[in-house]
T-cell receptor, first 113, second 113 residues
């Protein structure tokens, strides 16, 4: 089955700096790669996603890149703000008529003001 | 999008007892997913609940321990049976947008003494 590895487990940056979180997946058939943000006491919420027919996607300060050959994808947050502090999960999913989503271990991001 | 309500939001239970968690969605969905998030950990899929059929359990999870009901297209329950302290976790209900995105409830935080 699919296995998703995520690094680093903890990331601390200064406000205004960039943050990068990296993930690798094992199942080359996976075709959907979402990123979720989980704030304390809440359920995860999708912040950006990318599909296997796209190499890069950007939404304001957030961007995701995908390298299908190497089976890795990354989240880039620029101009970080204190409200970006949260736990971020990458995930890999395969659409077989019903998505089964496997999550990475998570990265706890601290943005210091 | 989908709005998901879970009850209870948190509970403290005694060892050996059982607790049923309810999940209500504001729209009809084919599949509902139950995840477990142990303290400081990632999300692990317990089972997929389809209306009108038995739930499909992931490796390591069995129906006797985590019975699931899915009486209609907007509601599901997960029971954690014969609880032990190792069952202390956040249990999350989730639905899929149909395009891969998962929507989560706020979670049910369970502490077993």
């Amino acid at each position: 089955g699919e296995n998703v590895e995520q690094h680093p487990s903890t990331l601390s940056v200064q406000e205004g700096d960039s943050a990068v979180i990296k993930c690798t997946y094992s199942d080359s058939a996976s075709n959907y790669f979402p990123w979720y943000k989980q704030e304390l006491g809440k359920g995860p919420q999708l912040i950006i996603d990318i599909r296997s027919n796209v190499g890069e996607k950007k939404d304001q300060r957030i961007a995701v890149t995908l390298n299908k050959t190497a089976k890795h994808f990354s989240l880039h947050i620029t101009e970080t703000q204190p409200e970006d502090s949260a736990v971020y999960f990458c995930a890999a999913s395969l659409d077989t008529g019903g998505f089964k989503t496997i999550f990475g271990a998570g990265t706890r991001l601290f943005v210091k003001a | 999008s989908a709005v998901i309500s879970q009850k209870p939001s948190r509970d403290i239970c005694q060892r050996g007892t059982s607790l049923t968690i309810q999940c209500q969605v504001d729209s009809q969905v084919t599949m509902m997913f139950w995840y477990r998030q142990q303290p400081g950990q990632s999300l692990t899929l317990i089972a997929t609940a389809n209306q009108g059929s038995e739930a499909t359990y992931e490796s390591g999870f069995v129906i006797d321990k985590f019975p699931i009901s899915r009486p209609n297209l907007t509601f599901s329950t997960l029971t954690v049976s014969n609880m032990s302290p190792e069952d202390s976790s956040i249990y999350l209900c989730s639905v899929n947008s149909g395009a891969g995105e998962l929507f989560f409830g706020e979670g049910s935080r369970l502490t077993v003494l």
